[in-house]
């Protein structure tokens, strides 16, 4: 029997005799299941306490309960193993979590960079646009004043002087 298939058995049985109270798990394992390789039945052991999964009682760590915590992870899961393949999966589908999220950050400067300079080349453009404004608006009075003064010389009529008309006459 493997590690994973005992941690299966021994955990069940804490969260399915859970009103029985704390069972000394090497004790079970010799008896019920011929087991008696300490070192196995320590690493099980420990791994259920750190995941909180059980509780020791006082006086041994070997003597375990069921938690709340143990409890809702066969519910959710149904065994130790299933819990390991999720496990798996989550663990592989975090690399690529973190590259997606990588990715997107990298996105994000792309564009908000992209946007910050279209926004300096459309202020530029604005700034270009309203000095040829002004530029177009003080040549349209240029063109004006001097259309102005192209009238007055074309409609006032031309007045000969006495020193002309003398010259005209002799």
């Known amino acids: 029997m493997n590690r994973t298939e005992l941690f299966d058995i021994l955990l069940k049985n804490r ?4 009103k029985q109270g704390f069972l000394d798990l090497r004790t079970y394992s010799e008896q019920k299941l011929n087991i008696s390789d300490r070192a196995l039945l320590e690493s099980i052991t420990d791994e259920m306490i750190e995941r909180g999964w059980v ?9 375990v309960c069921a938690t709340f915590e143990g409890k ?18 989550r663990n592989k589908s975090g690399i690529w979590s973190s590259r997606l999220t990588t990715a997107k950050t990298i996105i994000t400067i ?3 960079l992209g946007m910050f ?8 453009d604005n700034k270009k646009i309203n000095t040829q404004k002004t530029d177009i608006n003080e040549l349209n009075k240029t063109i004006d004043s001097l259309k102005t003064e192209l009238k007055k ?3 006032t009529p031309y007045k000969k002087n006495a020193a002309d008309s003398a010259k005209s006459k002799g």
Not at 55 to 63: A, E, I, L
């Open 15 to 18: 969260v399915e005799s859970e």
């Open 55 to 63: 509780k020791p009682t006082n006086y041994s760590k070997y003597s």
């Open 72 to 89: 809702e992870m066969i519910e959710k899961y149904g065994s130790y193993s299933s819990f390991l393949r999720f496990e798996n999966k």
């Open 110 to 112: 792309i564009t908000t």
């Open 117 to 124: 300079i279209l926004g300096i080349l459309k202020f530029n």
């Open 153 to 155: 010389r074309t409609t």
